[in-house]
């Protein structure tokens, strides 16, 4: 998943599809400790959209902070 992907979803969408990717991920942990998975390095790419997701989510929610502190502030 690329930055301008992510950029284009909604808040709401970027929490249900960090859900979405936690549980691909654990699925993907115990698919390759039961047997070896096709391309392991599948696993670093969920693990990094996850991140990418978060950082997002966590950039809108300072952004919002900010915005609500300075709009009382100029009360």
């Given amino acids: 998943m690329k930055n301008s992907e992510i950029l284009g979803l909604s808040t709401e969408e970027?929490?249900?599809r960090i859900g979405e990717e936690k549980a691909s991920l654990t699925k993907l942990k115990f698919a390759h400790?039961?047997?070896a998975i096709e391309n392991p390095t599948r696993i670093a790419k969920v693990r990094k959209d996850i991140a990418r997701l978060n950082t997002e989510l966590t950039k809108r929610k300072a952004e919002a902070k900010?915005?609500?502190e300075s709009g009382s502030a100029s009360e």
């Fill in 14 to 16: 970027i929490v249900a």
């Fill in 33 to 35: 400790t039961v047997s």
């Fill in 66 to 68: 900010a915005s609500a």
